[in-house]
C-alpha cells in the first residue's frame, strides 16, 4: 500500500488518480471536509481514507507500506499561525521521514520553490544541497519548508538512518484540475480564468518594483500533469535520491498567462493593472525559474508542457465542462 498524505488535495489527488490508474491501492490523509473537496477523489477513490491526526496510531500498527508521498501541509504563503505551519509543516514531516527510516519505507516529500525567497535570477534557483544554508525565504511558508529541506540533509551528513529512497521535490508554480477548494491559494490561471470568462478583463498585480514592468513579473508555472510524472519517475526508480526542482524550467511572464488565458477561452486579450495589496509587498517573488540540471542528470528524460498547452488543456479540458475535476 501506498500512503499520500494530503491525498485529497490538490497535487495530491492528480497523484491519487495516477496511482489508481495503475491498479495501486492507496491510503489518503486528509479531511475531506463539508465542501465539494471530496469530489477531487470522486472518480479514483483511495482503498481508504484516514484523518491527519489518526496518522500517528495507524503506522504504531506497523503496517505493509511500500512508500509516502508526502504532499499535505499548510501551503498558505500568507500563513501567521507559525506554531500550527511547524507542527503541520515540520514536525510531522520529520516523524514521517523517521517512520520510513526505521521501516524500510520510501519517502518522497513536498518542499516548495518559496525556500528561495527573492533570487531574482536563473543562476539562484539551483538545488544544489550544498547551497541551502544560503537561502532565505520570505514567509513563513517558505520557511517551514526549507527547515525540513535543512533537517534532512543535516541528518544525512551525520550518517544518521534514512528511507531507502527519498526525494523532496522543489515544486514551483503548479496549476491544473483539482485546485479548487484552494481559496486564495488557487492558481492565478484559475483566477484570470473566472475573470474573462464574466466578461472582464484579466487583472495583474503591478510591479512593487522599479526595474520590474507592470506584467513582467515572471515565475515557472508547471502543469499538474508534469509534477505527477516526475513523482510516478521516482517511484518507479526506486535507486534515485535527492532534492531537486520541479518545474518548467522555463520562466514567463503575468502578462503571458493572462494572454494564454484569453486566447484558451476565445475571449479578447483585455489585461487590467492593480496595485499590490500590502499583505503581498516584500514577501512577493517577482521571479522563479527551476533550474533543472540536478533532475536531469539523475535521468528524468520527461518533456513538460508548454504555458499555452497546459492553460488551454486545463481550461478546454476542465474548466469549461461540466465536470471540470480529474
Known amino acids: ?65 511500500d512508500a509516502v508521498f508526502h504532499m499535505g501541509a499548510i501551503s498558505e504563503t500568507t500563513a501567521r499561525d507559525a506554531d500550527l505551519v511547524w507542527r503541520t509543516n515540520v514536525a510531522l514531516s520529520q516523524r514521517l521521514w523517521e517512520w520510513c527510516a526505521q521501516n524500510d519505507t520510501r519517502f518522497i516529500y513536498a518542499s516548495s520553490a518559496a525556500t528561495y ?107 499538474v500533469g508534469d509534477v505527477v510524472d516526475v513523482m510516478l519517475w521516482l517511484y518507479d526508480n526506486p535507486t534515485v535520491s535527492g532534492l531537486f526542482n520541479c518545474g518548467s524550467g522555463t520562466a514567463r511572464t503575468y502578462l503571458d498567462l493572462a494572454h494564454a488565458v484569453c486566447d484558451a477561452a476565445g475571449a479578447p486579450r483585455q489585461v487590467e493593472f492593480i496595485d499590490m495589496p500590502d499583505s503581498l509587498r516584500g514577501q512577493y517573488q517577482s521571479y522563479t525559474q527551476a533550474d533543472l540540471t540536478r533532475l536531469r542528470a539523475a535521468g528524468y528524460t520527461g518533456a513538460f508542457t508548454s504555458l499555452e498547452d497546459g492553460i488551454r488543456q486545463y481550461v478546454q479540458t476542465y474548466l469549461a465542462t461540466e465536470n471540470p475535476y480529474l
Open 1 to 65: 500500500m501506498i500512503i499520500i498524505t494530503g491525498g485529497a488535495g490538490f497535487i495530491g489527488s492528480c497523484l491519487q488518480a495516477a496511482l489508481a490508474q495503475r491498479g495501486l491501492d492507496t491510503l489518503v490523509v486528509d479531511w475531506l471536509g463539508s465542501d465539494l473537496k471530496w469530489r477531487n477523489l470522486g472518480q479514483h477513490a483511495p482503498a481508504r481514507i484516514i484523518a491527519p491526526e489518526e496518522l500517528d496510531a495507524f503506522l504504531e500498527t506497523r503496517p505493509d507500506i
Open 117 to 223: 525567497g527573492a533570487a531574482d535570477k536563473p543562476d539562484l534557483f539551483v538545488d544544489d544541497p550544498s547551497r541551502l544554508n544560503t537561502l532565505e525565504p520570505l514567509n513563513l511558508y517558505g520557511w517551514s519548508k526549507h527547515v525540513f529541506d535543512q533537517h534532512v540533509m543535516a541528518g544525512l551528513k551525520q550518517g544518521k538512518s534514512k528511507p531507502p529512497q527519498w526525494a523532496g521535490l522543489k515544486f514551483f508554480n503548479v496549476y491544473g484540475p483539482n485546485e479548487y477548494h484552494k481559496g486564495k491559494m488557487i492558481s492565478v490561471v484559475k483566477v484570470k480564468y473566472d475573470e474573462v470568462r464574466a466578461g472582464k478583463p484579466a487583472r495583474l498585480f503591478r510591479s512593487d518594483r522599479p526595474d520590474i514592468a507592470d506584467g513582467a513579473q515572471a515565475r515557472d508555472f508547471v502543469w
